[in-house]
C-alpha cells in the first residue's frame, strides 16, 4: 500500500484525505480522534493521534470559543431565563467553519485523550477561562448526568468517575474565581461521595477556600459521609475551606472578611438546630467566625441568634456547658434589643443574664456620663438606667431567695441527720459549713454577691426573724 509498490497508493490516498478533509475540520478532527481509540497502537504508531492532538490545540489557540463560554459567577439582582445558575453551557452550535453545521465537543473524548488535550492547552496558553469551562462540562457529562454512588452503580461505572472527578481537579488552571462558587461544591461533593483521594478532595477545598466570600449558606452544608452519626453535615470540611480562606486572603479591604463572618453565622443559625452538633464543633465555627470579623464587624446578634436556637434544641445541656457555648458572646458588642431579649431568655445561663445586665448598665452610665446632649436625652437615659438597676436588683434579689430556700432544706435535713447519728456538734457546724460552701460554688456566688451588692445601691432586707 505504500508508493514503492506502486504510485498514488491507499496509504497516500488516506493521508492525503486527512490532511484535506479531517484535519482542518475540528468536528472531523475530534471523530477521528475518538474512533481512533479502537485501533490505538495502530493510531499511535502511524502518528494519528499527534496528529489530532496538534490540530485541534492550534485550533483552540486560534479561536478558543470552541471550548464553551467562560463561566461567570451569576449576579443577585439578574436572573437567567431558562438556565441554571452558574450552569456550564458552552455554544451548541458553532459555524466557524464551512462544513461544521454542529459542532461536536471536547467532552465527547474518552478521559485518556481528553487529559492530554487540556494538558496541552494549559502548556501552549489557552484562555483559562474557556479550559475551565470545558472542564466544567466534562464533569456534566460524565458524573452528573448519571448518579454518583448508590447500590445501583456498578463498581466499574464508579471508578470511571472517580477517574474523571480526580482528572478535572488536577487539570483546572490554578487562576482564581474561574469557576462560580457554587460549581466548586459541586465538584467536592461529588469527589466526597466517589470517594476520590485525600488530594482531589484538598484541591477543592483550597480552590473554593480562595473564593469562599463568593458562598452560600446551602453551598457550606456539606452532608456528611460515613456510618458515624456525630452531626448530619461536615463540618470538618467547613473547618479545612476556611482556614483555606484565612491563608489565601491578600486582598487589603476587608470586606471578604465580614462577608466571611456573616455566612458563618448564618451557617450557625441553621446548624443550630442539628441534635447530634456537639459542642465542641459549634464552637470552632463560632470563634473562627469571631476571628474573621476582626475589628470591623458591628455586632454578635447573629452569633447570639444561633446561640439561642442551639440552646433552644440541645435543652439536654449541663448549666457548665451551657455557659461554655456563651463564652463566644462579646456583651459589648450586642445591640441594645439583643441585650434586653437576653436578660430576658430564661434558656440563657443565670450567671450569664447577670454578666449582660451589669455590661448594659455599664453602657447607660457612660452613655450619661459622657454623651449628654439635652435635659431630654440625660432624662431617658437615667430612665434607662434606673430601670436597669430594678431590673438587676429583682434578679438578684431572686437568686438570693433560692440560695436561702436551699439553705433551710438543707438545714433541715443536716437536722434529722445529726438526730439520727447523734454525731457531734462540731461535726455538724463542720458539715454544714462545707455544704453551704458548695451551693454557693454551684451558682457562681461565692465571689459575685459582694460584687453585685457593690455595684447595685438597695435597702437592706431585714430577715424576718429580727423584725
Not at 195 to 221: H, K, P, W, Y
Not at 366 to 393: C, I, M, P
Request: proline share 4%.
Amino acid at each position: 500500500m505504500t508508493e514503492t509498490h506502486s504510485p498514488n497508493n491507499l496509504l497516500k490516498k488516506a493521508i492525503d484525505f486527512l490532511e484535506e478533509r479531517v484535519l482542518p475540520s475540528w468536528n472531523e478532527t475530534i471523530r477521528a480522534l475518538r474512533l481512533s481509540e479502537k485501533l490505538l497502537q495502530q493510531a499511535v504508531h502511524l502518528g494519528l493521534i499527534d496528529a489530532c492532538l496538534s490540530s485541534i490545540i492550534a485550533k483552540a489557540q486560534v479561536e478558543p470559543h470552541l471550548l464553551g463560554k467562560p463561566i461567570k459567577a451569576p449576579k443577585m439582582d439578574e436572573s437567567s431565563e431558562g438556565e441554571e445558575d452558574g450552569e456550564c453551557r458552552p455554544n451548541a452550535r458553532r459555524k466557524l467553519f464551512v462544513l461544521d453545521w454542529q459542532s461536536e465537543d471536547l467532552t465527547t473524548l474518552p478521559l485518556r485523550f481528553y487529559e492530554l488535550v487540556i494538558k496541552a492547552m494549559n502548556q501552549k496558553g489557552v484562555p483559562p477561562g474557556y479550559v475551565a469551562a470545558s472542564l466544567c462540562q466534562y464533569v456534566k457529562r460524565w458524573i452528573c448526568s448519571s448518579p454518583t454512588g448508590g447500590e445501583t452503580m456498578s463498581i466499574c461505572k464508579r471508578n470511571s468517575q472517580r477517574e474523571v472527578i480526580e482528572a478535572v481537579e488536577r487539570l483546572l488552571p490554578h487562576e482564581p474565581r474561574l469557576l462560580p462558587c457554587t460549581l466548586l461544591f459541586h465538584m467536592l461533593n461529588s469527589a466526597v461521595t466517589l470517594e476520590a483521594s485525600a488530594d482531589c478532595r484538598n484541591g477543592f477545598e483550597i480552590r473554593i477556600g480562595r473564593q469562599l466570600d463568593q458562598a452560600t449558606v446551602t453551598d457550606l452544608l456539606i452532608p456528611f459521609q460515613g456510618y458515624a452519626t456525630e452531626t448530619q453535615y461536615d463540618i470538618g470540611c467547613v473547618k479545612r475551606i476556611l482556614k483555606s480562606f484565612y491563608m489565601n486572603y491578600t486582598c487589603s479591604d476587608a470586606s471578604g472578611f465580614i462577608k466571611v463572618a456573616d455566612l458563618i453565622e448564618e451557617l450557625l443559625a441553621e446548624i443550630a438546630s442539628d441534635v447530634d452538633l456537639e459542642v465542641n464543633s459549634f464552637l470552632a465555627l463560632a470563634e473562627m467566625s469571631l476571628a474573621a470579623s476582626l475589628e470591623n464587624h458591628t455586632n454578635s446578634d447573629g452569633i447570639y441568634h444561633a446561640i439561642d436556637i442551639y440552646l433552644d434544641k440541645h435543652r439536654f445541656l449541663t448549666e457548665l456547658e451551657k455557659e461554655e457555648v456563651c463564652q463566644v458572646l462579646d456583651f459589648q458588642k450586642m445591640s441594645p434589643e439583643a441585650c434586653e431579649h437576653a436578660a430576658r431568655n430564661e434558656r440563657l445561663p443565670l450567671r450569664v443574664v447577670v454578666q449582660v445586665l451589669f455590661t448594659e448598665q455599664l453602657k447607660l452610665r457612660e452613655t450619661v456620663q459622657f454623651g449628654k446632649d439635652g435635659e431630654e436625652e440625660a432624662e431617658e437615659n437615667e430612665g434607662k438606667l434606673s430601670r436597669t438597676e430594678d431590673e438587676l436588683r429583682i434578679e438578684m434579689e431572686r437568686m438570693n431567695s433560692k440560695v436561702m430556700e436551699l439553705e433551710r432544706e438543707c438545714g433541715m435535713m443536716r437536722k434529722e441527720m445529726a438526730d439520727r447519728s447523734g454525731g457531734s456538734h462540731k461535726l455538724e457546724k463542720r458539715g454544714k459549713v462545707g455544704m453551704w460552701g458548695e451551693i454557693k460554688r454551684k451558682f457562681g456566688c461565692m465571689n459575685n454577691m459582694h460584687d453585685c451588692s457593690s455595684q447595685v445601691k438597695k435597702k437592706k432586707k431585714v430577715h424576718p426573724r429580727h423584725r
